[in-house]
């Protein structure tokens, strides 16, 4: 992929955006063997089965992530003047929600058996003539499954700024935190195998916590973003500084007396409102030309750019030498 939507990628980005795909291919391919491998061992351990389903889970950012991919090159169309991008954002929101719905469902699942004070039993399996606890297997296949997740997490954090990506930012952040699942289903397991049958679906629990506060982090962003709020970063932290940068590059030009910019985040690129007064006097067609090609060539991200000559700033709109402050406005 070269281009995205009408915007020509930069080499930079067209080779983060190799190594993503990359990256979702192979964490599809390991996702799937771990859940497989869960899956011969789960037992009777909620703990066990609530990490299996959360496994499958992960695989809904890669796959939207793809799906994505296939739209947002798309040219825009008087169909779909602004393009594509939103499908992103819509995968966000699914991945989002999927999470949410699912983690509440395992979260009251495990507050129910906690509640009824139901003992998990984990049995034995004979292997080679001998006699073997189960969860000794559990223990070894949790243990090996966490090291994926710790390499490619941090892979894909790497490049979710370079892209602009919040899905493969949400992504990175659900697989470097995988580990405290896993310690937790381990916990869980050994557990039951001393006598504390409460710590298996606790452990459940604490997994489902963590799946519901994956989904509503991720529902909530992608919900704001497709409601247009203010464009921010890829991990939602603060106000894209893209907006500074383009306010003061506008007022750079002679014939611009003051400046307010409206960008909006389309998924992976933004779309932007310069609002500037005139110093006053003739104002050109070419000069609102050149102020748009000059803020569009400030960044690969600037997907469209749109100049408006104002005779008052509107409120909404971020000011040009004004710092954005960490609060929504």
Known sequence: MKTMGRTDLPAAQQK??????????????????????????????????????????????????????????????????????????VGHLVAG??????????????????????????????????????????????????????????????LAPTLHNKVLYADADMAKADWTSTVASIVGVLGVGVGLWWLDGAAALFISVGIVWDGWRNSRGAVRDLIDQRARTEDDARPHPLIARIGNRALEFPWVRDAAVRMRDMGQVFHVEVFAVPQGGDLSVAELEETRDAIMRLDWKVQDVVVIPVATLPDEAEPANHQASARDA
């Open 97 to 158: 929600v999927a999470l949410l719905a699912v983690g509440g469902d395992l979260a009251y699942e495990a507050i129910s058996s906690l509640v009824r004070a139901d003992h998990p039993s984990i049995g034995t399996v004979y292997v080679f003539g001998h006699t073997i606890w189960l969860g000794w297997f559990m223990v070894a296949v949790m243990t090996v499954t966490v090291i994926g997740p710790f390499f490619y997490g941090h892979a894909k954090a790497k």
């Open 16 to 89: 983060a955006l190799r190594s993503a795909i990359r990256w979702e291919w192979f964490t599809i391919g390991y996702s799937i063997v771990t859940i497989a491998l869960i899956a011969l061992v789960v037992g009777g351990s909620q703990a066990m089965k609530t990490a299996w389903i959360e496994d499958m889970l992960s695989l809904i950012p890669q796959i939207s992530f793809l799906i994505a991919l296939l739209f947002i090159r798309r040219r825009p169309t008087r169909a779909f003047p602004f393009g594509h991008h939103r499908v992103m954002g």
